[in-house]
């Protein structure tokens, strides 16, 4: 943690009047106690369920409270903002329910049910640009032309005193808090949420978890500037900036304890194990802190731990994806190749012996013109669910005990 003295965008007197501006327009998300990810992760797990407010994030926190600090003036103009989901229906839904005209440009490629659900909090959407460079440059235009006022994401003072606080809420739901684990993007969150947390009880550990395909704080705390890093795609979309905030910066490094990242693979276990145990649906952004803990990235050993689930907003058909990329994980969905004799009966018995050891074969592909070795032989393509990787491995020795070469297909 940095300890320069210099002068931040945001205090904790920010934060407290922030909650002021927010209180009874902003769900006050429950913070429980998880006492099977305490005994999967060996922490003390509190989540802070934020994917349960009106928009399905924490995002609408520092969108309201720029929205209530709005002049007469700049709010009968309207406000602009560039978002592909979380901060694009923040924005719209508190700019409409005070009557103030919203504007979201949106990139091009942008799901249609973010899209959808963005017009459906009430605002004009604009779809523009190949990402979200492109279409922040088009807000930004917009906004100039038509002298509206501007939402920033994250780097803005007042959007993060908007999301600092979630950690005044939590120092309240868990007094015996030691640690905090979250998503880090443009570091609006996590820099509000650590403030918040270290001017009240400096003793407690700010942990903050980034995508290892854009890890665009962590260079930018190394090099002790904004670096940008170049394009990448990630299931948590949520957190994918290139470049990390000029504002937010310096207050990470003031306050932010430790910095690690989680992979693609290890964000849809995360996102799977929410769903399966928790019964907490979560996007790719939401389950990154939760990841961190499964995967031991973090240097927390038993802490009574808050982790933020920071939001659930997923489309259906990626969640699919990701489902099935967990069960691969995790050994419960598997595909082999299996060469068989071409002749009648050998799949029956093949079959036969995957049923024993209680398999349940969801798919198969036998294509004798193209997969056979030589003429005698024929291999098939099964897809399976199992209970995990131990009865996996019992049914691969079984195999290789009957005669069969086999390999996996992934």
Sequence with gaps: MNDSIEQLSVSLADIVAARERLRGAIYYS?????????????????????NLQMTG??????????IAMLTPEQAARGVVAASAGNHAQGVAYHATKAGIRALIVMPLATPLVKVTATRGFGAEVVLHGANYDEACEEATRLCKAEQMTFIHPFD?????AGQGTIGL??????????????????????????????????EIRIIGVQTSRLPSMMAAVAQHHPVTLEPATTIADGIAVRRAGDVTLPVVERYVDEIVTVDEDEIASAILVLLE?????????????????????????????????CGGNIDVTLLSRIIERGLVQDGRLIRL???????PGALADLTRLIASYRANIVDTLH??????????????DITMETRGR??????????????????RVL
């Design 30 to 50: 429950p913070c429980p106690h998880s006492q099977m990810l305490s005994e999967l992760t060996g922490q003390h797990v509190y989540l802070k369920l934020e």
């Design 57 to 66: 994030s924490f995002k609408e926190r520092g969108a309201l409270n720029r």
């Design 156 to 160: 803005d003072a007042t959007v993060m």
């Design 169 to 202: 809420e939590m120092l309240e739901q868990v007094p015996q808090l030691e640690a905090i684990v979250v998503p880090i993007g443009g570091g609006g969150l996590i820099g509000g949420i650590a403030c918040a947390i270290k001017e009240s009880r400096p």
């Design 277 to 309: 145990r928790e019964k907490t649906l979560a996007e790719g952004a939401g389950a990154t802190a939760l990841a961190a803990l499964l995967q031991r990235k973090t240097s927390l050993k038993g802490a009574h731990t808050g982790v933020l689930v």
């Design 337 to 343: 190749r299996i060469h068989l004799l071409d002749k």
């Design 367 to 380: 294509n004798r013109a193209y997969y056979g070795v030589n003429l005698g032989d024929t291999v098939i």
């Design 390 to 407: 131990e009865q996996v491995e019992e049914l691969l020795a079984a195999l290789t005990t009957e005669g069969y070469k086999h390999s």
